[in-house]
């Protein structure tokens, strides 16, 4: 927008400078060979008739010495024709052999009593001249023609463009100082708000645009803005409050009804004995749901820097983390990846995210099966990818997976939160990336995890602790 404000501008101004200026040059041109030709024939009516008187006596050295003072003391040509159009002086620098040649006519006017005048071009520098005639009327005598070269009229017109040009640009840096000037006084709230919007849109619910820096019109916009942004605030840190305070005050009472249940296995005979077992079961699965809403909330709460990791290095140390467990449930953890692959994500993100998707991955697993661990680049994104033999899903169910609490019906499994995919895609998003469910070949389920790709050589592993969320994903 400034670039554009600062164009138009621009365009304003150097219109109105050659709008005014080339009218003045034009009008200083046209003076000044006005003023040239008003002295020339100032001088040609005194040198007629002062050569009347010789050319009525026909005393042609008199008139010869005239003409050669003239041209000496003015610096001009001086010509003098007679009635026939014959050259009788020539004294100076003239255009005598250009009037015979192409002006004949103009020495006609001019014995006809006008005074005309022209420009004569030739080799060299070009020649104003006037014409006068010697007499008037049936006793005119000849032509007297004066003529100056316009060299002189050329730099006087020549340095006018020059100055009116330096003041063009002093005007239009000025103008563009100023216009700079106003842009920033415009532009610069505007800036501001729209980095507070983008700080809004990243997650930094504090982000406010600053208040009396703009015109009037503008600052009620941003007051508009910090007041939606105060009331964003209020909600969204009051449902994590209620989230995190619900969870906490959950954790107590659904522990205390656990131990409750569990001291009355052994008193309970059957059958009754298998629903209090079910009911052992519901409350650890709610246990399991309280701490997955817990650490969502402490998720969605956090606005952690990136930094650049290794995907290659996440990957092979949670297989070497998993292995035991895959080998105690017959499944074999295979790993598929370059040496390196640099990527932006937050410290202990990836880590997490893999401990999910290999955790669901291994639930769904039949026994001498596999899982395999991928890891591609490309310009676009560095993907991981956590790909299973289990039963897979279909495509409605692939979109609805990362919806909070959703649970494959036809799994079979109650001890599922259905929260596990839902803090996946909050920490993908937070590392800036994203994540999808595919349909692997053949059979069984793709997780790709995308994160932007960046260069230079990868710190080593690091792992920060995140908040841990129970292992159970949406499919369980």
């Known amino acids: ?237 009051a449902q994590q409050a209620f989230v995190a305070d619900a969870s906490h005050q959950l954790r107590t009472p659904l522990t205390a009804l656990r131990l409750r249940l569990e001291t009355l296995e052994g008193a309970v005979p059957q059958p009754e004995g298998a629903d209090l077992d079910a009911a052992i079961a519901e409350t650890y699965r709610l246990s399991r749901l309280v701490d997955g809403l817990l650490a969502l909330a402490k998720v969605e709460a956090s606005r952690p820097a990136r930094t650049t990791v290794d995907a290659a290095a996440v990957v092979d140390d949670r297989v070497q983390a998993w292995s035991p467990l895959a080998e105690e449930r017959g499944v074999a953890l295979v790993t598929r990846a370059p040496s390196t692959a640099p990527a932006l994500a937050v410290p202990g993100f990836l880590e997490q995210v893999l401990d999910n998707l290999i955790a669901n991955a291994l639930d769904v697993s039949p026994s001498d099966t596999a899982v395999e661990l991928a890891v591609t680049r490309s310009p676009a994104w560095v993907e991981v990818h956590v790909i299973d033999e289990g039963p897979g899903l279909d495509a409605t169910e692939r979109q609805r997976a990362f919806d909070r609490f959703w649970r494959q019906e036809a799994s079979g499994k109650e001890q599922g939160s259905g929260l596990g995919l839902a803090i996946v895609r909050q920490l993908v998003r937070l590392s800036g990336g994203e994540v999808e469910l595919l349909d692997a070949k053949g059979k069984g389920l793709d997780a790709v995890v995308r994160l932007e790709p960046t260069r230079g050589r990868p710190p080593a592993p690091a792992p920060v602790p995140v908040p841990q969320a129970d292992q159970d994903l949406a499919l369980s």
């Open 1 to 237: 927008m400034r670039r554009r404000f600062l164009l138009s501008f621009f365009v304003f101004t150097i219109v109105v400078l050659v709008g005014l200026e080339v009218p003045l040059g034009t009008v200083y041109r046209q003076r000044e060979r006005q003023a040239v030709v008003d002295g020339l024939e100032r001088d040609a009516t005194a040198v007629a008739a002062i050569a009347q008187d010789d050319l009525q006596h026909g005393d042609l050295p008199s008139l010869k010495t005239l003409s050669d003072r003239f041209g000496r003391q003015e610096g001009e040509g001086v010509t003098i024709f007679d009635t026939t159009g014959h050259v009788l002086v020539a004294e100076g620098t003239t255009p005598s052999d250009a009037i015979r040649a192409g002006l004949r006519a103009q020495l006609d006017r001019a014995l006809a009593g006008a005074k005309p005048s022209g420009i004569v071009h030739r080799p060299g520098p070009d020649f104003l001249y006037v014409a006068a005639p010697i007499g008037t009327g049936r006793s005119a005598l000849g032509v007297a023609v004066i003529a100056a070269p316009t060299t002189d009229l050329q730099e006087r017109v020549q340095r006018n463009w020059v100055e009116l040009g330096v003041v063009g640009v002093l005007v239009l840096a000025i103008s563009g100082g100023l216009a700079l000037l106003l842009a920033r006084s415009l532009l610069r709230p505007l800036a501001e708000l729209d980095e507070a919007v983008a700080g809004l849109q990243a997650g930094e619910l504090g982000s406010r645009a600053a208040i009396g820096s703009g015109p009037p019109e503008l600052e009620g916009v941003v007051r508009r803005f910090n007041a939606m942004a105060d009331r964003l605030q209020e909600l969204v840190e």
